[in-house]
């Protein structure tokens, strides 16, 4: 059953509310009244909504999750036909553009979920798209060209979260734009790569 409109505004204001006090304040230490009183309800208000902050942020982790679960699903691209080129500029366009985006347009929320001092579900969840998308790619094998599956996905997920929560955290961040350019000019070559043709343009 769809929600009353004053429920949704009331969820609204607690919801922001809480992003408000996360900025100045570690999770543990918030309370219910400072919630209520910033989102201007009762506690009687945020109780009929959740049974605690932290269901609070569940559904508030979830509901991002859901958003990117509906656009980044390689299993819905067709690779039959795509060269190894064409493929990197597909899943950087389709898949990481669509990501960095919404992350974007929610920058306040997860500069404040991705730097709470224990690791926040959506970061989890989002290592686990990472990683059934990239199993799908692999099969059934059990190693990437003599790589064990499972190191393959632990540098992969590993270096890519790294770098989304580095862009997230940076006051002078890049655009959407070259920030997927980097993420697919590494991806594409290879960060030994990279340094080597560093190497050999310092020594001409």
Do not use: C
Not at 43 to 56: H, M, S
């Amino acid at each position: 059953m769809a929600e009353d409109r004053r429920v949704r505004k009331s969820k609204r204001a607690i919801k922001q509310a809480f992003i408000q006090l996360l900025k100045e304040n570690n999770l543990d230490r918030i309370t219910i009244q400072q919630i209520s009183d910033l989102a201007d309800v009762n506690r009687g208000t945020f109780y009929l909504n959740y049974e605690d902050k932290y269901a609070l942020l569940d559904e508030m982790e979830n509901e991002q999750i859901e958003k990117i679960k509906g656009f980044v699903d390689i299993r819905k691209m067709d690779l039959s036909t795509k060269t190894s080129d064409r493929f990197i500029e597909d899943f950087a366009n389709k898949v990481i553009k669509n990501v960095i985006t919404h992350i974007e347009h929610n920058i306040e929320f997860y500069q404040v979920i991705l730097n709470l001092e224990r690791k926040s579900q959506i970061e989890e969840q989002l290592a686990d798209i990472v990683r059934s998308n990239i199993k799908h790619l692999i099969g059934n094998k059990d190693n990437v060209f003599g790589i064990p599956e499972n190191y393959y996905l632990s540098y992969v997920i590993g270096s890519m979260m790294s770098m989304i929560k580095y862009w997230v955290s940076d006051e002078n961040r890049v655009s959407v734009e070259e920030l997927v350019n980097y993420v697919s000019t590494i991806a594409s070559t290879g960060p030994l790569s990279i340094m080597k043709r560093m190497i050999d343009e310092n020594i001409k």
